[in-house]
Nanobody
């Protein structure tokens, strides 16, 4: 199983970015997908997750209202649209996947089996 994250970059405060994560190595239609981020010197933080059906999403408090997670199962890809970015959003963003968790645990990094390599997002003021 491989997850390839992309779409990171440098943006000014108030700007937007769309991250993508492409999964390969198995069928992912019934796997939940999530995004986490880690800033220098900080712990990994939950950003957003989406259930395998695509109908249920959950967001971390720090991005709620500014980010939208979506998925295209045919393309085994999950997206994270991030708007109104601010310097506090600067971090390495990781995508992850799991087939064994429940909705109430989607925000926990320990719920995920496979992780991508991360993509760096830098927001300047």
């Amino acid at each position: 199983v491989q997850l390839q994250a992309s779409g990171g970059g440098s943006v000014q405060a108030g700007g937007s970015l769309r991250l993508s994560c492409v999964a390969s190595g198995r069928t992912f239609r019934d796997w939940d997908m999530g995004w986490f981020r880690q800033a220098p010197g900080k712990e990994r933080e939950f950003v957003a997750a989406i259930r395998w059906s695509g109908g249920t999403t959950v967001y971390g408090d720090s991005v709620k209202g500014r980010c939208v997670i979506s998925r295209a199962n045919v393309k085994t890809t999950v997206y994270l649209q991030m708007n109104s970015l601010n310097p506090d959003d600067t971090a390495v963003y990781y995508c992850a996947t799991t087939s064994r968790t429940v909705y109430s645990s989607l925000h926990l990094a320990s719920s995920y089996d496979y992780w991508g390599q991360g993509t760096l997002v830098t927001v300047s003021s």
